[in-house]
């Protein structure tokens, strides 16, 4: 069974920097793109960040230049280092993944989720 653990929310004040983490667990897994997402009270889940398997990444506007997505494959790991940040970067932030286990096709995964509060 496949699981994305997160870890490294919490509560940073403004201009503060923060990393979150997901794992991936599970025997025999591949995992194609792997990403995080953030939901703000009452707003939709969005994209912030995205990242291939080899390596190519996306951003979407609001945090391009404060906010870094990188990928350790042989960990099954990706990471999101969170620099200048700003009250509205306040959200649940969701890791998803494709992943593949014992050679079936690829699915989408999402972790359970981690809280980030940026206020003074």
């Known amino acids: 069974q496949v699981q994305l653990v997160e870890s490294g929310g919490g509560l940073v004040q403004p201009g503060g920097s923060l990393r979150l983490s997901c794992a991936a667990s599970?025997?025999?897994?591949?995992?194609?793109?792997m990403g995080w997402y953030r939901q703000a009270p009452g707003k939709q889940r969005v994209l912030v960040a995205a990242i291939t398997s080899g390596g190519n990444t996306n951003y979407a506007d609001s945090v391009k230049g404060r906010f870094t997505i990188s990928r350790d494959n042989a960990k099954n790991t990706v990471y999101l280092q969170m620099n200048s940040l700003k009250p509205e970067d306040t959200a649940v932030y969701y890791c998803?993944?494709?992943?593949?286990?014992?050679?079936?096709?690829?699915?989408?995964?999402w972790g359970q989720g981690t809280q980030v509060t940026v206020s003074s």
């Open positions: 998803n993944a494709e992943i593949s286990q014992y050679g079936f096709g690829f699915r989408n995964h």
């Open positions: 599970g025997s025999r897994v591949s995992i194609n793109g």
